[in-house]
């Protein structure tokens, strides 16, 4: 299924029937309107004009579309901040209010704004909740870009307090919680505390995480406040979220998804390409600048397939150069129908372009659309086209399931405390993830990404790149698991209010695994040392481990110094420092050996995926590769393209035996 | 002519005699004074002292010298900012008040200071407007210096909203300019308007623009309310302003010049170069690090000839190491001499050097004077003496034209446009139009800068660096015109509101060659690709840009997919991507060629230059370097110099026919 | 002796017994204990709890523990700084609050603060200050540390005020010592003046300088009021203060050292190293990055040793991985007793570690303990253990001074100046002083670190690598003093404050050496340039002066165009750039000769330090390296250690002859 973001506001209403009819032509299907329109909805306190939207809606229905509507929530409107200028949230790294004049001017902690924003949910919510043609709702936009989880406002500060009190009930709890005694922090009262920002020097952590904790529940509250005013007026309609890449909400992703029908993501493989590999040296950034990283889109897939353990969609997709990043290329030809597929290979049932037509005006007027601000088709029309034709052929079909037998243990609240506990400044959670997600797929497996609360039943490999904060039903869930397991460094060495667990690290895991970290080192990143595994050299590098094993556990990999760096005990491997890609790709495809787990070598810039009976191979290079012959007839035959993939290409191969 | 800048205030009166008496001798024919002497012309309300200031004039006077008196604005006194607190100014990126200590702590939006302001240049205007030996005046110093052309204060915000009501004149004419449809940025009433800084994210880039423009009127509208109140009272003296570099005022530095009598420049080529070339490699900048690039200067010169189309005067020449740059080198020996000489041969008529005698306290203490702080001469003083002795031959005559075949088109709103338009993170306007600027010099062409205002008839060959913006009766003249033009990207992209023109790139260009931008895409500066141009490999890097190619338009340059880059209909060039040096130099020199425009290619670090009849030759290399035979004998005879350069030497030529 | 910090109130009372009696037992003598305790010993205004403290006291001293005590007002307790708002201090580049959550958090131009701090602390002093255990104490803790000296607070502001009245006397004083004529910032009154920070450019110098006295002033007052109320309740007992690296405190550490009985130092030579040589390259930075530069404790121990005249306790070593720097390396095994050892070889009585425990919570639950959190010994604890018993043997006497020949003169106005008057930003007032020091240790030389204020008399050689404000009691006792003295540049082109000296750089040392400064130069640091000395290449680097020489000046020294670098007159050397190591080593050795004193050319990370009648031997090395049998030889017999030394080792040798 294809769909597309639109902005009738944008346009003159005589462009609207021409638009819906084009786009129904090309194959589209779904139609996403109303987003940040609020004051067009409403231009006075109370004054509505929804008018023009039922035009439009019934433009665009006539067509033949189905609508999803938004809630306009992202872009309180100037009257609307005039009248309660304490909506505006604060920056916490300056203490500037952060003012109006782009969007997400709003403090999740506002009384003022929360009221006025699920008013405004609900008026669009009943107007629109039974209408035929409305088939579901899209909340709010990319909540908490960014940086708005955060606020430093005294509304942020009197909810703080709020909810401490409600999560430690009397101050002496919170006090041995934290540590407070440390540096005479101690509070006499829950009114006498104050956002851990702006300090001397650095705050308590558990304080930090007490109040990334907080942030995040504020974001989650008011979202699923206005979920439960849609569901409301519109009990037959789902209801999903245009999501940013996960490790951008500094919210708990699962728990925010937890009351959709399923997840949206935005997908932007480019503009995501540039920041996230900024440093990048040039040999590995240009070959991927015009395609992005092959496994970055599909990281975000698979990630928005795990948090609410569905298949998902992709709201918004790049459709050509955008505005926002450092540098903005072009994509490659035949790179948007590339990601598309991709999108549906990993977990997609729909994906939606943005936007229709490139807006002449305003902040965005350098973003691509699938049609040119005068009107022409983009490149990216004709691939929208070759899609759809695709498509037709009813080869892939949405609902269908992914199936995994690996899986990597994820979750905000590890990436938060990093970022609390920083100890080396080049560790970055989404970077060490990010490497054994990279690993998995060119060793030509497919990944789950699960929560702690999730089943392990299903699995046969569970890595957990960076779990510094661990349960004991977590433990148990891994002792009745086949899996084997790989634990990277920081595993199981914060209780939940982040200090040291008592037994030093591992902490929980000595359960599985009887080592105990004796001390951490952290180590410029230049700085790199050797580790040998199987007899082969690799890097060892900024994060290290001491470690003390007890009998029975088995030393994997070794140090110049002949130091323990990996260690096994039964199915459970534990990797005490931070490594790089071949050295991963070698030793987890040792381990899925173990788990009986099939690995490939794939050629460079060629990735898999298995979607039921169907796998797609995608080629990212900028030169026609052949597949492996002996991959190829184990899979069965070509439903499209052939075992000769042209540059930024892909072909699907139906299972013989499905 | 040369001149001196002077602060008597700053020495005991014992020794202003002595200094004029040599200032003199030395050849030195202006002086200026009164420049930031507020505090000591009036020290409390009302209450002012101009005794001193008429024995200096008198003492200087009677030496011989000319006067230039100065409005003391740019220093408004502690009592002043006390008793009008709102003066100060905004930093946009902090919202901090911009404190009392340094200079230029005030807010072009503050009517508290206009009129203070305006009172005491009419005070000291009133005093020596027909003084005999005041022949010239200079508006306060360096206007918006220091990034004081924005402020983010109440008052501006105030007076932001009544240029937008005078601007706009209805709220709905502004909304549909801005297309503040867009994330709901609606506007009720011009009150509710917000200066464009410190939002979440990025404004609207039609704001933005405004706020440049109306920041620009507010310097303008002092700056000609203080040239009125002088003329008024000095009504047979001249006026001018020393200016920074254009890129720096942040302001319209045409319409700033227009009622000047002429245009002065502060030249300061290391300290320049040092920050201009901070990232530029050892290899590029250690050969200048004491010369300055051979074209910066050169490139300052023949902007300010241009600003005002007209002869400009140094006001302020750097006479040895300065205080204000990341690292501040001595001057070459003979340097002080050569920029002098390049000042005049690019059309200075005057040259006055900052300072007479270095100051042993505050803030510039280590900057270089012509005499060090014990009275003895410095390295300058002799290249003065020498400089002096040189013009008293009466090769050269003030007044006399540069005149130029060649013209790029600049503007501050193109600058504005790239600033706001970020897109690219490598696109630097000042570096794009610098790199025309230099290939132009190095092939022995003068060049002058010209607006879009400007009549096109005197030249052959026109260039756009960067134009974003461009209106029909340029369009018209272009046509009119018998140049051959060559536009750089991003021309006629944009409306005058900053919004995609309606018929894609280059918009109204497309009547000169009938080209489409499809897409535009920036890269970054490290992943450049190749030019073919002529069967030779060039660069294309940074920004590039998607052509569609009417019939009838030829191709010169290709990438490597051979997709055009430059292209050429009639005598109209496009180039659609940024180049490098040895591409520039020879595209240009080719188009020149077909405008019978003769270039040379120069040798390296020397530089022509022709006014009138004299062609001056400028070495800037540490080796002495012979010019070519063939260029000597057809120019002349050597007034000044030989055939072999010295080191940092120079000739001057006389032209055999003229 | 050897102590250890230990924080009873951080754990449970029933630990304290067992941990005591364990400290005996390591050979631990000291506890240093009450520091940041202020919430635990008034809970709320006026409220004081110290039974617990009582039995902490009486538990350490039953197992035979001395016990240091401090005065806990590095932190502040909430409730304090809610009735006294006031107390935050002003961050100076932002203009925020700096608020509570941290620790330092208080303005020492608070007048609520100083009133409850003194209070505070004479509380615990009338309480412990008779104590028979209680036998010496610390005040407050890492004084300044987090930039705290300087505040933005309209405390500050007024404080400041008078302090300039009180230098001053009146206004036309100050105006005149700042040069305030200049940019018209003269004052008519005290009440005008502003704090010289957030400006629109830079401030006066001159005020810069004052505001820099006076920030010093107010915390050396606070700190000797401390001292006198300790003073006045235990008169018996020695006072001393934990200093941070000399650089950091932005006071004059010789005033604040003055009133103490001795100096001690915090020792963390990875943290500071990982800092310090943050930008090395990797070859220089990685063979140190477990062992801190060979040379980086030391110099802070020589200082530590100089601005108190006197020997110094280590009162917090490093033990292990720390949480604060960049990247936090684990030392090299061994390095821990190295340290020590290298402590006492310097002037140290007492070497204390940080911490007992490592703490499970709060900011510091990284940093390393002599014990890790579960109670087991970490690698520190056996260092420990071997030390105690190394110093059980009695080679080694506490109170044995060390003497040198060799001083380096120093100061922190000389810091402030370079700070103040960047004028090329790679000068770095620290890598200059440290360069020097570091070339002398590789000679093998002892070196004290001497104010201008000290007695010269028992040095051969003194070295004031800046010292650019010098005054004429300095002058007379280098005339009277037998030293040959060496200069770098910048030396006595000062005032006090901060204006050029009237007869050009360098001042009044032309007395010494008659050569003038004619000019100043800044290099960028990657555009080096030669200097030949004695037939051999060096470089010149980054800041440079031009000198004229009178008759009988000698040059030492040339640049590429031969003009004087450095320069000799009877027993005075003038350097007029920075330059290399290599040339610092070679021609600091050649001075030394003259001085007749021996030098050596240690091999690469061998250091060796004389105290009294023993010489220690310091290896760096990764690898054993074995001791020239020259040197052995002279020296005397091996008490510890051999000639040849394991890596991270060290030797005692006595000396024959003492």
Redesign the interface.
């Known amino acids: 299924m294809l769909g597309i973001c639109y902005y009738p506001?944008?346009w003159p209403e005589h462009m609207w029937q021409k638009d819906a009819l084009e786009m129904k032509k090309l194959g589209l299907e779904f139609v996403r309107i109303g987003e940040?329109?609020?004051?067009?909805l409403e231009?006075?306190e109370g004054i509505y004009s929804f008018e023009w939207l039922d035009r439009a809606i019934e433009t665009l229905a006539s067509a033949g579309l189905k609508i999803i509507m938004c809630t306009?929530t992202a872009?309180?409107?100037?009257?609307l901040i005039?009248k309660y200028p304490s909506i505006l949230?604060v920056d916490i790294n300056?203490?500037?209010?952060?003012?109006?004049?782009?969007?997400?001017?709003y403090d999740f902690s506002s009384p003022d704004y929360l009221r006025e924003a699920l008013k405004i949910s609900e008026v669009v919510a009943e107007r629109y909740g039974q209408h035929s043609d409305v088939v579901g709702w899209q909340t709010d936009n990319e909540i908490a870009c960014?940086d708005?989880c955060h606020s430093g406002s005294s509304n942020a500060r009197q909810a703080f307090q709020k909810w401490c009190k409600q999560k430690y009930s009397d101050i002496a709890s919170l006090n041995s919680a934290?540590?407070?005694?440390?540096?005479?922090?101690?509070?006499?009262d829950f009114s006498?505390i104050?956002l851990?920002?702006?300090?001397?020097?650095?705050?308590?952590?558990?304080?930090q995480l007490a109040y990334r904790r907080f942030s995040s529940d504020q974001v989650i509250q008011f979202h699923d406040s206005m979920i439960k005013v849609i569901k409301k007026h519109a009990p037959n309609s789902w209801v999903t979220h245009n999501f940013i890449p996960m490790a951008d909400t500094q919210t708990d992703n699962h728990a925010l998804a937890k009351n959709l029908d399923f997840v949206s993501y935005d997908n932007y493989p480019l503009g995501r390409s540039?920041l996230f590999f900024a440093n990048a040296p040039?040999e590995n950034?240009?070959p991927y600048?015009r395609t992005g990283h092959p496994d970055y889109s599909s990281y975000a897939f698979d990630q928005s397939r795990g948090i609410s353990n569905n298949n998902f969609w992709i709201m918004e997709q790049q459709p050509?150069?955008v505005?926002?990043a450092?540098?903005?290329?072009?994509p490659e030809k035949g790179m948007v129908r590339l990601w598309s597929w991709q999108a549906f290979a990993h977990g997609a049932d729909c994906v939606c372009f943005f936007r229709w037509r490139?807006?002449?005006?305003?902040?965005?007027?350098?973003h691509?659309g699938i049609k040119?601000?005068?009107n022409?088709p983009?490149?990216a029309w004709h691939e929208v086209k070759q899609l759809n034709a695709e498509l037709q052929q009813s080869i892939f079909k949405a609902g269908s399931k992914v199936k995994s037998k690996v899986a990597i243990v994820t979750g905000t609240l590890f990436q938060w405390v990093t970022e609390i506990?920083i100890?080396?400044?080049?560790y970055s959670h989404l970077e060490v993830e990010f490497s054994y997600y990279s690993a998995l797929r060119q060793l030509g497996l497919a990944v789950d990404f699960i929560s702690t609360e999730d089943d392990l039943s299903q699995y046969d490999m569970i890595i957990a790149p960076c779990m510094p904060i661990v349960d004991q039903n977590f433990i148990d869930k891994c002792k009745n698991s086949k899996a084997h397991f790989v634990f990277g460094p920081r595993a199981g060495a914060k209780t939940k209010?982040l200090?040291?667990?008592?037994?030093?690290g591992p902490g929980l895991l000595q359960q599985l695994i009887p080592i105990k970290v004796?001390?951490?080192?952290?180590?410029?990143p230049?700085?790199s040392e050797s580790l040998s595994f199987n007899d082969r050299k690799y890097e060892s590098c900024c994060w290290?481990e001491?470690l003390e094993i007890s009998a029975g556990v088995e030393i994997l990999a070794i140090d110049e110094k002949a130091d323990p760096i990996v260690v096994k005990y039964g199915r459970t491997h534990y990797i005490a420092s931070l490594t790089c890609d071949h050295f991963l790709q070698d030793f987890l495809s040792s381990v899925a050996e173990k788990a009986k787990i099939n690995t490939l070598r794939l050629p460079k810039d060629i990735r898999i995926m298995q979607r039921e009976n169907l796998t797609f191979v995608f080629n990212y290079a900028s030169e026609p590769q052949s597949l492996p012959t002996k991959l190829v007839d184990k899979l069965g035959h070509f439903v499209l393209g052939s075992k000769k993939l042209a540059p930024y290409d892909l072909a699907i191969i139906q299972h013989a035996n499905e």
């Open positions: 506001e944008h940040f329109a609020w004051s067009r231009s006075e306009p872009t309180p409107p100037k009257w005039d949230p300056t203490g500037n209010l952060r003012g109006f004049g782009s969007r997400r001017h960014h708005t934290w540590g407070t005694v440390f540096w005479s922090m101690e509070y006499q006498q104050e851990p920002i702006l300090a001397v020097t650095e705050t308590n952590p558990a304080h540039d040039k950034f240009k600048m050509g150069p505005n926002w450092n540098h903005n290329p072009r490139q807006a002449p005006f305003a902040q965005e007027q350098m691509a040119r601000n005068d022409s983009s490149q506990e100890q080396g400044k080049s209010e200090s040291l667990v008592p037994n030093l004796l001390s951490t080192e952290t180590i410029r230049d700085c290290r001491e």
